[in-house]
Structure formats: C-alpha cells, structure tokens
C-alpha cells in the first residue's frame, strides 16, 4: 500500500513538473524549441487556408505587378546581364504605361560592365596593346554615353524607388536616405532590427531616385529561411532606415515621411501591448505593425497576373497595360536560385513577399500575433494541466483520457477559429503538447499504479474475497485504502465447540492436527466467499468474517445469514471425512459442530495492522457482539445465534427464534438475541410456527413470574419439533434460582451476560443441537 501511495504522489510530483518545465519551455524558449514549434502551426494555418487573392488596384484604385525578366525576355531581347541601358527602357516604358512607382528589388551596386566606359577600362589592362590602339578606343569611347548615366536619367524621370541589402557583415557604409523616419511616443531604437552593415546601389542612382529602401525579408522568430514577414523599418550604421514595401508605398502616396508610433508604457510594464511599436504613418495611411516593425505575411498562392514578362513591356504588348496604377516591381527570375526564397506555400519568386506585403497593406489585411497570445496560451496549458492533473490521480486515465480530447480539440478548434475569423496568429499546438505529454505520464504512471494496486489487492484479498470484489477494488483501491472509514457492516464469527477436545486425539501429530484445521476452515471460508463476504482472520478452528467491507453491498446481512446457515450444513461432509481419517489413523472421532455469532452495526474498516503489514479488518460494536454471541451459542445450544440489529433486517428472510434479552454494555435498552434455525421455507413450515408460538408463551410466562406456567410451557416445547433442549434446561436452571431468590420488583427479564459467560452449573451440550424435525428444505 505504501508503493501505491508513492507511485500517486510520484505521479502528481513527475506531472507538475513536467507542467512547470513545459510552461517554462514557452516563455525562455530554450534551443528555439518553443518558436519551431509555433512556426510550424502558423505555417499549417497557411497552408490550409491562405488569403484568397483580390487584385487591390479593384477596390483600393493601385495595383501590385512586377516585371518578371524571365529566360522568354532573355531570348526575345538579349543575354543576361542586360546592360543598363535596357534597364533604363523598362523604367521609362513602365512610367509610360502609367506606373504610379517602378521599384528595383535587386541592388545595382557596381558600375555597369557592358558601358563603354568600363569596356575600354577593361581593355586599356591588357598588355598587348599599343599606343594607337589605346588612343582609338579612347577617342572611339568618349562621345558615348554611360550605361549608368542612362539608366540615372531614366530614374530621375518619374517615382523610382532603389533597392540596398542589409547584412549582419559590418561595414561603415551609409544608405541615402530619401525621407527622414521619426517616432512618437519613444525612442525606436530599442525595438527595431539591427544590422551591422549594408550593400547599396550606387550612389548615383540612389541620388536620382524617389525613394530607396531595405529590401530585406525575415523569417519572423524562426531561424529556418523560410520567410513570414516583411521588416518595414530596420537600421544600420545608427541610421533608420525603410524597407523596400514602406518605401513604395510612401512613394506611390507621395508621402514626405515616416511616423512611427511606439508604444512605451512605464517601466516598460503593459498589460495591452507589448513596449514597440504599434503603427506605421505614412501620409493617410495607417500599417498596424509587430512589436519589432516586421509585417507579419499572410500569403496567397501564386497568381499568373501579378507577373509581366519583361519582353511584353518592351515590346509594348497589350498586357502591359495592366501597369496603368499599379505599383510595379522589377526582378529577374534568371538570377537562379537566389532570385527565389522559401515560404510556407513553397519556393517563390523572391519579390512575392514584398508584393503581398504592399497588398495587405492597400487592402488592410493583416495577420497578426496578439501580445495575449502567449500568456493565453500558458494560462490555459496551466489551468487544463492541473484539472487534468486532478482527473488523473481521482478518477484515473479513462476520464482524462476524455478531458485530454476535449481540451485538445477545444485548444485545435480555438486556435483555428481565431485564425481564420479574426486573422489572429494564436498557437494551440505547445499547450496541446503540454497536456499529451502530462497525460501521457500520468496514464503510464496510472498503468503502473494499477499494476502494483491489482498486484498488492490480490496478494491481500485472493483467499478473503470473491474474484468479483477483487476486480472492484483493482477498480476502485481507495475501498481498500489505509484511512479508516464508517460504513455499517454485519460480522459474523463462527467457532468449532469444544476444540481443544477435537484436537486432544491428535496429540503430537502436529501435521494431523494442520490437516484437521484445514479441513474445517475450508468448507467455512467457500461459503464465505460463495455469499459475497470477506474472510477477515482465522482464529484457531473458526473464523471471523464481514460483509458490506471493504466492497459494499445491498442486503449484506441476509448473505452473512445464508453463508452461516451453509457452514452448519457443510459440517455434515466434513465429519465424515474426519471420521474416515480417524479410523485409518486408528484414534478416537470427536465430531465437529459449530457455534456462530451475527451481528450488524457500524463499524470502522480498513487497515488495522501497522505502517508496515498491512491488514484490512473492522473494529466496532457489531464485530465484538458477533463473537460475544458466539461464545454464548454453546449455552444456548443452537448452532447460529443472531443479535437484535441484524434480526431486524432479515427477520421476514429466515426461520427465527427470541432465546433471550441480555444487558449489554453501551445499551440502554435490553439486547435481544435469537437462534437462526432456517430458511424462509422452514419459517413457512406448520410446525416450525408452532414451536415459535410456545416460545413466545414461554417468555411471556417467565418475565412475568410465572415460573409455573413457565415450567409446563418449556414441557410442552419438548415435545414439538425441533425444541432446543439446550435452552429449555438453562431456563429451568434459571427458573430454580430465581424462585430461590426472587428479582427485583423492576425485573424484566432480561440476563446478565456475565452470569452466561460463567462456568454452567447445568448440564450444557458442546455438541451439535438435535435435529430439528421440521421438513425443512436443504440449506
């Protein structure tokens, strides 16, 4: 009992901890466990149910495309690299078609190779020419125009927006910075990105455009390269900077600045949102932002008409006219592998993200991680692990089991819902995992719990109780717990008469004498067991036994009736077989009868043994009465003798007779007993009623005074069936005595019990009562 007691604390203590450590796991995030996890969700959410895609230029007036130099345009227009120049024509020919912003996602950062500059640069380094050959290139280069003046000129000509890379490689270089970025409400350096170091476009085409921006992509908080936001604000070289989709919006607006709005509660303490910013300003338009700056990507499949083969625009195809209004990117797909990043839909063109972002931000679509998020997600782990927790250790794996998918299922469908409605970024997976993991323990150390219950249950009750009642308590252990508990029981205690006698024969023949006990205590025990009680302990030839503990049941005192009655009819086998051993063993045959004792009451149960042996019994009013009354059923001479408060239960259920009312300590009123001689058939029987009416007779006579109408009815009652000659002598014997000395003028008839359980100064049988001749059924 003390294993299974260990194993339910050790249970509580491995599931805490492992609820604490869980909880600890989602708020530290140690080795980024927490942030996969979570990525991994928001990125299913993706999958299962992207942003439907609607063409902004619809309802906001302003289209998102890009100009897709594709290996089609490569073949249609020239090798890659093309020369600035063409880069140049596709600036002018989308302003043309009415491109409210052109924006170069690829940085330009080196002069152009191809312009004649750089040509004859390249081969005035060669050796093996000679001066009038350097002289003619020279001559031959100087009226030509440069590639990178061409394309400067072309960028000048309307709202161009440059592209620069940030990276975490220092460098002391400085982006051109096309508007100035300010705060209210603090300071944003504590908040936004940090970069060591940047490569921008060069400077003379960053002095001709509009607007130039960062055109770096984040993976939000995982570390995996696969891209979830969009950073709209970064710094590098102590200077705020925008990124690449801010910067074509401001541009496309016409907008004059930035205004960030930054959120700094005192002593960075908040209990709406996170300290960071909260939005971004720029002209009319307000972008809700993450705490950091970054716009979180709710991503649609890709769409054909976002993209314009760059050879269409050049060749003034009519599908160029979806440029009208638009905000146009230009990229190129032929870069390779780098011109392409991954997302949670798959491997995209590395431009998408930047036009989905300007696409939430036109249409006010935006995915977004509450700053609740988090503490809802740990609140609820905690508060559904410790009920969880609860049903474990009380009501074991099958209720939490049902509790687990309820709230996994609730947690799945809450977390869905949210995504789905209000395009809230919430994760049920970490506090799902939380509770299989603490379920999962607790089931396991539930099995093993019950293993050492069924274990412990059977090594105790195997010989005491039915297999039927052991598999209750392997259900339910706490009916065989250690704390005592009140429950009303009926005890019954039987004993061979006269054993010492029955054993005298044996003599030194100790295993003859084990032999004997045996036979008798295993016929008592099978009815014991066969009327649904518990063998509680052997007591030299008898024993003692309840009912309704530690498995309560409806009518336990009929059972404990009806298993004694079975015990005095199991006598009659047992004394043959112990009379067929005496003859072999050639030494005298004593025969066996019992004397047995019931009672009912209240009582305390459950382990009565110590710390360290365990033993289930019952101390209480109705264990000792049972023994008392069978050590008064030799003096009375019926084989079972049954108390007031269990008559009163099965008094319609058996044959029974009053034999006496006796002072009882702890009794006010006088305890009555009776002498249980059959069942209902036999109480049903003519003669048997004839008997129960003389007695009725007799005890009427004899409480009051009438010691002569006493005599002749206990003389009449020899002569019916089944009179109890046993009984009739001790009441004759009482009758002398009491005529000798008469009671007191209160006398009532009722016997001290002291004066029965002195030495009979009446001739007594020890041996079974005579048979009663009253037709009655077999027990």
Not at 522 to 527: A, D, G, S, V, W
């Amino acid at each position: 009992m003390r294993t299974i007691q260990l194993l339910r604390r050790l249970l509580a203590a491995l599931a805490g901890i492992a609820l604490v450590g869980w909880l600890v796991v989602m708020q530290y995030d140690p080795a980024r466990i927490a942030t996969t996890i979570r990525m991994a969700v928001f990125d299913t959410y993706q999958q299962t149910a992207p942003r439907p895609y609607r063409d902004p230029a619809v309802s906001t007036g302003t289209g998102v495309m890009y100009v897709n130099i594709d290996r089609p345009s490569l073949e249609r227009v020239g090798p890659w690299p093309w020369p600035r120049t063409r880069f140049a024509d596709v600036t002018q020919k989308a302003l043309s078609k009415g491109a409210r912003v052109v924006v170069f996602e690829t940085p330009f950062e080196w002069p152009d190779a191809t312009s004649p500059r750089e040509a004859v640069q390249e081969w005035l380094a060669r050796p093996e020419l000679d001066l009038d050959q350097i002289a003619r290139l020279e001559e031959a280069s100087s009226g030509l125009p440069d590639h990178d003046a061409v394309f400067a000129g072309a960028i000048s000509g309307g709202p161009v927006v440059t592209a620069f890379a940030l990276s975490d490689d220092a460098n002391s270089l400085v982006p051109v910075r096309k508007t100035p970025v300010s705060a209210r409400g603090g300071d944003l350096g504590p908040y936004i990105p940090v970069r060591k170091g940047m490569s921008p476009s060069l400077k003379s085409l960053e002095d001709a455009a509009s607007g130039n921006g960062a055109r770096t992509l984040s993976d939000g908080p995982a570390a995996d390269n696969v891209i979830r936001q969009v950073p709209l604000l970064e710094q590098v070289s102590g200077t705020v900077v925008p990124g690449l989709s801010l910067e074509a919006i401001r541009v496309a607006e016409g907008a004059r600045g930035i205004l960030a709005i930054v959120a700094k509660p005192d002593a960075d303490l908040t209990f709406g949102r996170r300290p960071g910013l909260q939005r971004i300003v720029v002209g009319q338009k307000e972008f809700p932002t993450d705490a950091d700056g970054g716009l979180w990507l709710h991503y649609t499949r890709t769409q054909a008409s976002r993209a314009l083969p760059a050879w269409k625009l050049l060749g003034d195809h009519p599908d160029a006219e979806r440029l009208k209004d638009a905000i146009v990117f230009v990229s190129a797909s032929v870069e390779g592998p780098e011109a392409f990043v991954d997302s949670p839909l798959g491997t995209i063109p590395r431009v998408e993200p930047h036009l989905q972002a300007i696409e939430q931000m036109l249409l006010g679509h935006y995915l977004w991680r509450p700053d609740w998020a988090l503490p809802a997600e740990q609140v609820f782990l905690l508060v559904a692990g410790v009920a969880l927790l609860a049903l474990l250790i009380s009501y074991g794996t099958l209720w939490a089991a049902l509790f687990t998918a309820i709230a996994v299922t609730g947690a799945v469908w809450a977390g869905w819902f949210a995504f789905t409605t209000k395009l809230w970024l919430v994760d049920p997976a970490l506090p799902v995992i939380g509770l299989m993991a603490i379920f999962t323990l607790g089931a396991v150390m539930n099995l093993t719990r019950r293993n050492a219950t069924e274990k412990f249950v059977r090594a105790q009750f195997t010989d005491r109780l039915a297999p039927k009642h052991i598999s209750a308590l392997v259900r339910e252990p706490a009916l065989a717990a250690p704390e005592g508990r009140f429950t009303p029981v009926t005890a019954l205690s039987a004993d061979v008469r006269g054993f010492h006698r029955v054993a005298e024969p044996f003599g030194p023949d100790a295993s003859g004498l084990a032999s004997l006990i045996t036979n008798i205590h295993e016929p008592l025990t099978r009815c014991v067991l066969r009327h649904d009680g518990m063998v509680d302990r052997f007591v030299g030839g008898g024993m003692n036994a309840l009912w309704n503990a530690p498995v309560a049941r409806e009518g336990h005192t009929v059972q404990a009736c009806q298993a004694a009655l079975r015990m005095v009819a199991e006598l009659e086998p047992v004394n043959r077989d112990l009379e067929r051993d005496a003859r072999r063993a050639h030494r005298p045959f004593i025969p066996v009868s019992m004397s047995i004792g019931i009672e009912r009451g209240d009582a305390v149960v459950g382990n009565l043994g110590s710390g360290n042996v365990y033993d289930f019994s019952a101390i209480g009013g109705a264990v000792n009465e049972a023994q008392l009354l069978q050590r008064l059923s030799r003096r009375y001479g019926p084989a079972i003798i049954v108390g007031a408060e269990a008559r009163d239960r099965v008094k319609d259920k058996f044959a029974l007779l009053e034999i006496d009312q006796l002072r009882l300590d702890g009794r006010i009123d006088p305890w009555r007993v009776y002498a249980l001689l059959g069942d209902p058939i036999m109480g049903a029987n003519p003669k048997f009623r004839a008997l129960h009416e003389a007695h009725e007779a007799l005890f009427k006579a004899y409480r009051a005074r009438d010691w002569a109408a006493a005599r002749l009815v206990i003389a009449e009652c020899r002569k019916l069936s089944g009179a109890i000659p046993t009984l009739y002598d001790l009441y004759e014997e009482r009758i002398d005595r009491l005529e000798q000395s008469p009671p007191d003028k209160d006398w009532n008839g009722v016997h001290e019990i002291a004066d029965l359980l002195a030495p009979a100064k009446s001739k007594v049988a020890i041996g079974k009562p005579e048979a009663a001749d009253l037709g009655e059924a077999p027990v």
